[in-house]
Nanobody
Framework: EVQLVESGGGLVQAGGSLRLSCAAS????????IGWFRQAPGKEREGISC????????LYVDSVKGRFTISRDNAKKTSYLQMSNLEPEDTAVYYC???????????????WGQGTQVTVSS
């Protein structure tokens, strides 16, 4: 049974911070890169960050670079997305996903969580 479960979403004011968690089970967590994606209503799913298997290499899309930090704790089989200085444009459903390697395309990711809603008010 493969599972990725996101948590930590909610309502925050603009300028605030939120930390999302992605808890994995049912597969060898440290064999996979972990990506974070988001999807706002009426928009396509957007890849925003990825962390490689060891955690030594991270990638960010320009819109979140400097504000979001991805991390992982392989012993806990969990990835985290620390979001700071949030903006209303960050409002979306956030997903974590697992892939053999970091990739831009969502099609490279074999396993997906159900998503957690993040709403940023102005």
């Amino acid at each position: 049974e493969v599972q990725l479960v996101e948590s930590g979403g909610g309502l925050v004011q603009a300028g605030g911070s939120l930390r999302l968690s992605c808890a994995a089970s049912g597969f060898t967590f440290d064999d996979y890169a972990i990506g974070w994606f988001r999807q706002a209503p009426g928009k396509e799913r957007e890849g925003i960050s990825c962390i490689r298997r060891s955690g030594r290499s991270t990638l960010y899309v320009d819109s979140v670079k400097g504000r979001f930090t991805i991390s992982r704790d392989n012993a806990k089989k969990t990835s985290y997305l620390q979001m700071s200085n949030l903006e209303p444009e960050d409002t979306a459903v956030y997903y974590c996903a697992a892939s053999a390697w970091c990739a831009v395309s969502s099609t490279a990711y074999a396993y997906w969580g159900q998503g957690t809603q993040v709403t940023v008010s102005s």
